[in-house]
């Protein structure tokens, strides 16, 4: 039994035609990254990224400009691409004469024993793969205002005029970017004082100044009460203690996502959670009960697609090979945010260095300090790298600016595969002028 048919999809393979299935999804198959998560937002993104730099062809000498986005029709083909491939997953899952599947929420009903569509069924191997939602906070009057989340905001019938957003995380900043590209006024509230406040001290806080040259960005608020009046939803917020009323005509709900685990009440089965409601999995992705395994979303705190797809490769070699087991090994986990600019980061913070007393060295090399940076005239984007002087190997890179989430990739494999910094630097040729030039400055940069 497979609940979930996000990644817990993938673990179907050849090698299990000869047993019988049951797949569990209450919604499209494909999950939250299909659906409402990485790949529409991301096609969104782009489109938004193309709106953005549109605008700042003429400080570089090219007559372009930003004239109004045709909403239905980005949106359309969004999901006139999208829905088709999550059906054709579903319907391809229904033909195969060994898997049954259930277009339907579960509950557990005891151990092992789970009731959906109004059927009590059990299984000797379940896999709980049922990912997260959204979490919605307990303002006054929010249930009644008609509120967005992720899972909703994308599909929207128009484009808002006025977006106002609660929330300051990945979510909130690259949805908020995408409507303000396309020409919505947009108003970010976060109770924190910056935004993606869990990024490197130094990247959040530049990112936050350039979100404040682009949005009305309210630092340190929090939303007391929510009310709406005719079209307009009208949000009482206190900033520093000042109170104010501000009005928008959409409100997107953007402050995190809560396992799925309640939902299913594996309670009921003697699956044990943590005290956030993730499911608790040991190394080979086991959770307490003989016979149960847990992935993705559900489990991992990080929800993060490429964990998923990783935990959920582990889960499927386990289940079929009981008697020669993988564990989840201790890999460096990157992660991007696509709002504009980029962010991308792997390893420690500095932040987290000096709270767990860990020698270290860095240094932030500015993208302009390259020639293809020097070539953009880029002179707010940098990459910042930490390292132990001890080993000479990197414990974080923290990227912002263009193409960030593909140029970090070069040093995530030098640090999962234990090279130094001189290694990273030195061992091959960087390629003159490409952008990929700042990581290498920044490598011999590096004071150790």
Same mark, same amino acid.
């Given at each position: ?107 557990? *009903? !005891? ?8 059927? &009590?069924?059990? +299984?000797?191997?379940?896999?709980? @793969? $049922? #990912? ?122 953007? *402050? !995190? ?8 009440? &594996?309670?009921? +089965?003697?699956?044990?959670?943590? @005290? $956030? #409601? ?171």
């Amino acid at each position: 039994m497979i609940i979930g048919a996000g990644s817990g999809n993938s673990i179907i393979g050849p090698q299990h035609d000869d047993w019988d299935i049951a797949m569990i999804e209450r919604g499209r198959f494909g999950g939250t990254c299909m659906n409402v998560g990485c790949i529409p937002s991301k096609m969104f993104v782009y489109s938004a990224l193309l709106a953005e730099l549109a605008t700042h062809g003429p400080a570089l000498g090219v007559d372009t400009r930003f004239e109004g986005a045709d909403w239905p029709a980005i949106r359309d083909r969004v999901f006139g691409r999208i829905d088709p491939i999550a059906e054709a997953g579903a319907e391809y899952r229904e033909s195969l004469p060994n898997v049954t599947v259930y277009r339907d929420s579960a509950r557990f *009903t !005891g151990p092992k024993q789970v009731t959906v569509a109004g059927e &009590v069924i059990t +299984a000797d191997k379940i896999v709980l @793969a $049922a #990912g997260a939602r959204p979490m919605i906070p307990d303002i006054a009057g929010l249930d009644e205002v008609g509120y967005q989340t992720s899972d909703t905001i994308m599909r929207l019938e128009r484009l808002p005029e006025h977006l106002l957003v609660i929330g300051g995380g990945y979510i909130a900043t690259e949805l908020g970017n995408v409507f303000g590209s396309f020409g919505s006024e947009v108003t970010i509230m976060v109770r924190s004082g910056r935004l993606l406040r869990h990024e490197d001290d130094d990247v959040s806080l530049r990112f936050t100044e350039e979100y404040r040259h682009k949005f009305d960005v309210r630092c340190m608020t929090q939303v007391l009460a929510a009310r709406r009046e005719g079209s307009e939803i009208v949000l009482t917020i206190s900033q520093n203690g000042v109170h104010e009323e501000i009005r928008g005509d959409q409100l997107l709900v953007a *402050t !995190g996502r809560v396992p799925n685990s309640d939902d299913l009440d &594996v309670a009921a +089965a003697g699956v044990t959670i943590d @005290a $956030a #409601g993730y499911v608790r999995t040991d190394s080979r992705m086991r959770t307490n009960v003989p016979g149960v395994w847990a992935l993705g979303d559900i489990t991992n705190p990080a929800q993060l697609k490429h964990v998923a797809n990783y935990e959920a490769r582990v889960v499927a070699h386990n289940i079929t090979h009981p008697d020669d087991p993988i564990e989840i090994d201790g890999r460096p986990v990157p992660h991007a945010v696509f709002g504009h600019p980029q962010v991308a980061s792997v390893g420690l913070t500095e932040r987290e260095c000096h709270e767990r007393d860990i020698p270290h060295v860095s240094h932030i090399q500015a993208f302009g300090s390259a020639a293809y940076g020097w070539a953009m005239e880029d002179t707010r984007s940098f990459v910042k790298l930490i390292a132990d002087p001890a080993t000479r190997r990197l414990l974080g890179v923290h990227i912002i600016g263009p193409q960030a989430s593909t140029l970090i990739q070069q040093l995530i494999q030098g640090m999962t595969l234990g090279q130094t910094v001189d290694e990273m630097a030195r061992a091959q040729y960087w390629i003159h002028p490409a952008l990929p030039e700042v990581l290498e400055q920044a490598l011999l940069e590096l004071q150790l």
